[in-house]
């Protein structure tokens, strides 16, 4: 049986770094509050006006090629997740292919948000194996600090994100027994309302209105203690569903790479799966939540540091906006 796997990782984080305190000078937070509720210290800010989710995934790319040992060229289909693309339309996988010179290969972009990226592992997966496509490239990358509202309106969700880029090329597994061993996804929009942008939106007349924006309609809305209700409730339960479709068990996981959208959610949920802690890969302290390119940057950093080498059996879930969720399990 033809079997995908991860070749080669990469991440990129804008240069710019905002701390807790920062954010604290713009709108009423505190390092305390965001520390002790999400585990944030710090994240990552665009430079300057004209940098797009298409332009941090770049840098990303050439990493996650070169660490694959291949070349630009071998690349047969762009796959590219953000819930922050660089304009409405056209998608930034085709601006991201533009920038690579990758003129003439498809370009995909996929709407789902914090689960982004093991949706598009899993449209990776399924055409490596069925042999359509060689060398998928998938992409998780975002822009929020152009979105987010520094007010005490917004400062709920202000305080998690942050910007940055990860990407991930796509081939087929070197050996059967390494590679995309299971996947499994989800969605439910019975939630859609509890973490989503109003505006503009195509059932407004018009799309948007100086009404709109001045009402913050622009900006993105959270019931913060139902998605962290459902989080808690479905990553664990994914990640038990991938694991089973593996026929693995928790024990058998060297690395638990998950979604950062708080440190707190990660623990809770690495304690109900009986995992222990230090097996968990944060970065939401530096990073704060990328969304869709919270889990390849995870995979960069662990493969970097060696945490992640040949043979190291890799569990990841994600969960959020949708709702949507998934659980994978990967052995390197
Ligand atoms: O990828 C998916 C993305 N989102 C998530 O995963 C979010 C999941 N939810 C969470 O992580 C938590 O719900 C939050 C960290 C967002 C909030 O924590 P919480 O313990 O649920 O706080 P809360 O929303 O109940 O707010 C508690 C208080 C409120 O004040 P009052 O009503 O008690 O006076 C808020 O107005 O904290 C206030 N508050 C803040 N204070 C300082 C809300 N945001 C802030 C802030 N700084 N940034």
Known sequence: MRRSAIL???????TKVVTNDDLAKL????????????????????????IGASDL??????????????????????????????????????LLADKLGLHGVPALDVRNQCSGFLYSLSIADAWVRAGVYKNVLIVGSEVHSTGIEFSERGRDVT???????????????PSPDRGVLSLKLHAD????????????????????????????????????????????????????????????????????????????????VAMKLNLPQEKIVHNIDRYGNTTAATIPIGLSESWADGRI???????????GSGYTWAGAVIRW
């Open 309 to 319: 080498k040949e043979g190291t059996c890799i569990l990841s879930a994600a969960f």
């Open 189 to 268: 929009g019975a939630g859609a309302f509890d973490l989503w942008i109003p505006a503009p939106g195509s059932r407004h007349i018009p799309r948007v209105t100086h009404e709109m924006l001045d009402q913050g309609l622009q900006y993105p809305k959270m019931n913060g203690k139902s998605v962290f209700r459902w989080a808690t409730e479905k990553m664990p339960e994914v990640a038990e569903e991938a694991l089973k479709d593996a026929g693995m068990t928790i024990d058998d996981i060297d690395l638990f790479v998950p979604h950062q959208a708080n440190m707190r959610i990660n623990q809770f």
């Open 8 to 14: 080669g990782a990469g991440h990129y984080v804008p």
């Open 57 to 94: 995934a770049v840098p990303a790319v050439k990493m996650a090629v070169e660490r694959a040992g291949r070349d630009l060229k071998d690349v047969d289909m762009i796959v590219f997740a953000t819930l922050s693309p660089d304009v409405t339309f056209p998608g930034s996988g085709c």
């Open 159 to 173: 305080v998690l994100f942050g910007d940055g880029a990860g990407a991930a090329l796509v081939g087929e597994s």
């Open 27 to 50: 709108m009423p937070t505190s390092d305390e509050w965001i520390q002790q509720r999400t585990g944030i210290k710090e994240r990552r800010y665009i430079e300057h006006d004209g």
